[in-house]
């Protein structure tokens, strides 16, 4: 009895796929195929604590510069379309700072400067989001170019920082790039 039933069932089967719907199948939709995917990424991050910058009272500056390498990826460079660069800055240090990120070359020459300016800390919660700096076009040719990411920190003229100084000045920063494979 198993067989009959076995037999009769592998019939319907078969007569079933020959009639099932089918249709023609277009392979060249592969070529119209465009990824567009986005990467976030952390740029740069620093906490310097206010007793590490010690001075008289005076205007003071600081500065410092790293390696920033993402771009020695050919098949990243070259399917970037746009970039985007979020900055936040938190400062409970009881004095003003003007920060400014620069974007520097292989001959360590300035490509794009970009400005923070942080006010003091006055008791109340002060993170300041800063709006975002969008790379597209020639900015973000000069963006590709970029290898070493600089700062310069100027101090404001206010209360002198020493040793016992409380507070620290934060800062983070983040990238979205966009690329398009196709």
Same mark, same amino acid.
Not at 4 to 9: I, R, T, V
Not at 17 to 37: A, G, H, I, M, R
Not at 54 to 70: L, P, Q, T, Y
């Given at each position: 009895m198993? !067989?009959?039933?076995?037999?009769? !069932?592998?019939? #319907?089967?078969?007569v079933f796929?020959?009639?099932s719907?089918?249709?023609?199948?277009d392979?060249?939709?592969?070529n119209?195929l465009?990824?567009?995917? +986005?990467?976030? =990424?952390?740029?740069?991050?620093?906490?310097?604590? =206010? @007793?590490? %910058?010690?001075?008289?009272?005076g205007?003071? *500056? +600081?500065?410092?510069a790293? /390696?920033?390498?993402?771009?020695?990826?050919?098949?990243?460079?070259?399917?970037?379309?746009? =970039?985007?660069?979020?900055?936040e #800055?938190?400062?409970?240090i009881?004095?003003a700072?003007?920060?400014?990120?620069?974007?520097?070359?292989? @001959? *360590?020459?300035?490509l794009?400067? #970009?400005?923070?300016?942080v006010?003091a800390?006055?008791? =109340? +919660?002060n993170v300041?989001k800063?709006?975002?700096?969008?790379?597209?076009?020639e900015? %973000? *040719?000069?963006?590709?170019?970029?290898v070493?990411?600089?700062?310069?920190i !100027?101090?404001?003229s206010g209360?002198?920082?020493n040793?016992? /100084?409380?507070?620290?000045?934060?800062?983070? !920063?983040?990238a979205?790039?966009?690329l #398009?494979?196709?």
């Amino acid at each position: 009895m198993k !067989s009959k039933y076995y037999h009769f !069932s592998s019939i #319907i089967l078969l007569v079933f796929l020959f009639f099932s719907c089918s249709s023609d199948l277009d392979f060249d939709q592969v070529n119209d195929l465009k990824l567009e995917p +986005a990467f976030v =990424a952390n740029v740069a991050y620093f906490d310097i604590p =206010a @007793n590490k %910058l010690i001075d008289d009272g005076g205007n003071h *500056e +600081a500065d410092d510069a790293r /390696s920033f390498d993402v771009f020695k990826d050919k098949f990243f460079n070259d399917h970037l379309k746009k =970039a985007e660069l979020d900055f936040e #800055i938190e400062n409970t240090i009881d004095r003003a700072f003007v920060v400014n990120l620069f974007l520097l070359d292989a @001959n *360590e020459k300035v490509l794009q400067t #970009i400005t923070f300016n942080v006010p003091a800390y006055r008791g =109340a +919660a002060n993170v300041i989001k800063y709006p975002t700096e969008v790379f597209e076009n020639e900015r %973000l *040719e000069l963006l590709k170019q970029t290898v070493k990411i600089g700062f310069k920190i !100027s101090i404001s003229s206010g209360t002198p920082l020493n040793s016992q /100084s409380l507070g620290s000045l934060k800062f983070r !920063s983040g990238a979205t790039a966009y690329l #398009i494979i196709g």
